[in-house]
């Protein structure tokens, strides 16, 4: 990890934090605990740039929400890749499968793209329903046969069968109900954040039949959501500043506030191989990067991020560098070693 920060640390156009000195961050860090080291390269493009997906060791793919690309960051160099999408695709979210073909959500032209590196080739899958014209999140499953998917405006769950590109959508029972972030459980369930009420929901992968949960606060917004081995689901809770709990088998909730409570509008989540959650607060500047322990449930971090953030939407966790990386809405991609961070 030592090599790998150090060769982080000298690429081109990295911001770089000396979480050492928390005597030096804003007053609005104050209450910063056990910091982490937190590294942001400045992409070169205008347009949102969110939700990267770590390919391999020295490769990053990411979304320009705004401008409509899909970009790639070698970070030993900081040098970066733009493919145009054109026609104002508006790409939301993108996924890397173990053949490095990219997939994303092209949400304001109701399509699901594969583009290959490789033949520079995109490929364009279609929603059988006008209804479902914003594709929002994708999630491969296990052995990557499907891509489930929320289409957030449609209020439908998706899924998409890579080996012929035919796509199901399942309507969700609740009206309105805004299904945003998806996750799938070690048991090969999708559960899915009902952004727009104070349910999660789970689909039955060989029925396709939805259940929805409700969480006792009904002022409760779950937007992002993360699953440890145990099949306990996460949520991070928009409205509120909370960090939720469900847990399938006992049936029941639990919740923690936030460092910043209900101001810290928690969004983009991940999990660490150490069972920790990973939440950034963006309702408070600079946005804050919280790690919480689901194992003593407890908070046991809380650096802020170097930029500010903006907003940090989407987060994905690379194992074999212990590493969560983000796009953040200053116009950065971020990484942040959580790899020496105390259970």
């Known amino acids: 990890m030592l090599a790998l920060s150090l060769r982080y640390a000298i690429a081109l156009g990295a911001i770089v934090i000396a979480t050492s000195l928390s005597a030096a961050l804003p007053a609005t860090a104050a209450a910063t605990k056990n910091p982490i080291e937190i590294r942001e390269w400045q992409v070169p493009y205008e347009g949102r740039p969110r939700d990267p997906f770590v390919a391999g060791p020295d490769q990053v793919w990411f979304v320009g929400q705004i401008n409509g690309y899909l970009a790639r960051l070698t970070p030993s160099t900081g040098e970066f890749f733009k493919r145009d ?40 899958i279609e929603m059988p329903d006008p209804a479902a014209a914003d594709p929002h999140t994708l999630e491969l499953d296990a052995d990557q046969s499907h891509i489930w998917f929320t289409v957030i405006g449609g209020n439908f769950i998706g ?17 309105s109900a805004r299904p945003y972030g998806i996750k799938i459980a070690p048991d090969g369930t999708p559960w899915i954040a009902l952004f727009g009420t104070n349910k999660l929901a789970s689909v039955n992968p060989e029925t396709l039949e939805i ?86 449930e407890k908070i046991v971090s809380i650096t802020p991020v170097p930029s500010g953030g903006g907003t940090v939407r989407h987060m ?16 950065t991609i971020g990484m942040a070693d959580v790899s020496q961070v105390e259970k």
């Open 211 to 296: 259940t929805e949960y409700t969480i006792p606060e009904s002022r409760a917004r779950p937007r992002r959501l993360e699953i440890t081995e145990d099949g306990r689901i996460w949520y991070s809770d928009y409205a509120r500043g909370k960090l939720g709990r469900y847990d399938p088998k006992a049936g029941g909730f639990a919740e923690w506030s936030l460092p910043s409570g209900e101001k810290s509008a928690p969004y983009g989540t991940a999990l660490d191989d150490s069972g920790r959650i990973w939440v950034v607060e963006t309702g408070v500047r600079p946005n804050l990067f919280v790690g919480f322990a689901t194992e003593g």
């Open 159 to 175: 899924r998409l069968t890579v080996a012929d590109r035919s796509v199901e959508l399942i309507p969700v029972p609740t009206e």
């Open 85 to 124: 999408l054109g026609e104002d695709a508006g790409p939301h979210n993108l996924i890397v499968d173990d053949s490095g073909i990219i997939w994303f959500a092209g949400n304001l032209n109701a399509y699901i793209g594969r583009y290959d590196p490789e033949t520079d080739k995109i490929e364009r």
């Open 316 to 331: 994905d966790y690379h194992p074999q560098t212990g590493s969560v990386w983000f796009g953040a809405d200053a116009g």
